[in-house]
């Protein structure tokens, strides 16, 4: 395999991915919290960015597929750092997120996986601190209502409470009440 042909992989997933997420179908909710980080790369060069998992309040997820809200937004900050800071127009990013500090830590270390220990292909691997760069929360509600909405809260189906009338477990009904 050709050094790009894993990064051009990667970079068609990617874009395969965004392409398939609408905004405008899905439902929004805010989460106080939650952990981003961002990934750029170029098609002409082997350089690669990483930027540090940070925490950012007020972060918009859809509620059908728990995916981070405004993508694009989120990696429009990280294409301009690029361009006006470090100088490189032109470059893919992608910024993934999680309201689980875990579940984003997965992700980073996947991916620095893939670019630090590829024995096929030699890529620059940099890292972008959390003093040069931080992610600002881009506001997702609706357009048609002004408030906030919070995160659903999951349901717990309640239990019936136990009144001697249900046979228990083993199948012996208990004698009546007086």
Same mark, same amino acid.
């Given at each position: 395999?050709? &050094?790009?042909?894993?990064?051009?992989?990667?970079?068609?997933?990617?874009?395969?991915?965004?392409?398939?997420?609408?905004?405008?179908? *899905?439902?929004?909710?805010? $989460?106080?919290? *939650?952990?981003?980080?961002?990934?750029?790369?170029?098609?002409?060069?082997?350089?690669?960015?990483?930027?540090?998992?940070?925490?950012?309040?007020?972060?918009?997820? $859809?509620?059908?597929?728990?995916?981070?809200?405004?993508?694009?937004?989120?990696?429009?900050?990280?294409?301009?750092?690029?361009?006006?800071?470090?100088?490189?127009?032109?470059?893919?990013?992608?910024?993934?997120?999680?309201?689980?500090?875990?579940?984003?830590? /997965?992700?980073?270390?996947?991916?620095? /996986?893939?670019?630090?220990?590829?024995?096929? +292909? $030699?890529?620059?691997?940099?890292?972008? /601190?959390?003093?040069?760069?931080?992610?600002? *929360?881009?506001?997702? +509600?609706?357009?048609? $209502?002004?408030?906030?909405? *919070? /995160? &659903?809260?999951?349901?717990?189906?309640?239990? &019936?409470?136990?009144?001697?009338?249900?046979?228990?477990?083993?199948?012996?009904?208990? &004698?009546?009440?007086?």
């Amino acid at each position: 395999m050709k &050094p790009n042909s894993l990064f051009l992989r990667g970079a068609v997933f990617t874009l395969l991915l965004a392409a398939s997420y609408s905004i405008a179908q *899905a439902k929004n909710f805010v $989460t106080p919290k *939650a952990y981003l980080f961002g990934f750029s790369a170029s098609f002409n060069d082997s350089i690669i960015y990483f930027t540090d998992i940070q925490e950012v309040d007020s972060v918009w997820f $859809t509620e059908k597929k728990k995916m981070l809200a405004g993508r694009s937004n989120y990696s429009n900050q990280l294409r301009s750092y690029c361009a006006d800071k470090l100088n490189q127009p032109r470059r893919t990013c992608v910024v993934m997120g999680d309201a689980k500090l875990k579940n984003v830590e /997965k992700k980073y270390e996947k991916m620095k /996986k893939m670019y630090l220990h590829n024995k096929k +292909a $030699t890529y620059d691997v940099r890292f972008i /601190k959390e003093e040069d760069f931080k992610f600002q *929360a881009v506001y997702m +509600a609706d357009e048609g $209502t002004n408030e906030v909405v *919070a /995160k &659903p809260e999951k349901n717990k189906k309640e239990r &019936p409470k136990k009144d001697g009338k249900r046979p228990p477990h083993d199948g012996k009904m208990p &004698p009546p009440n007086k």
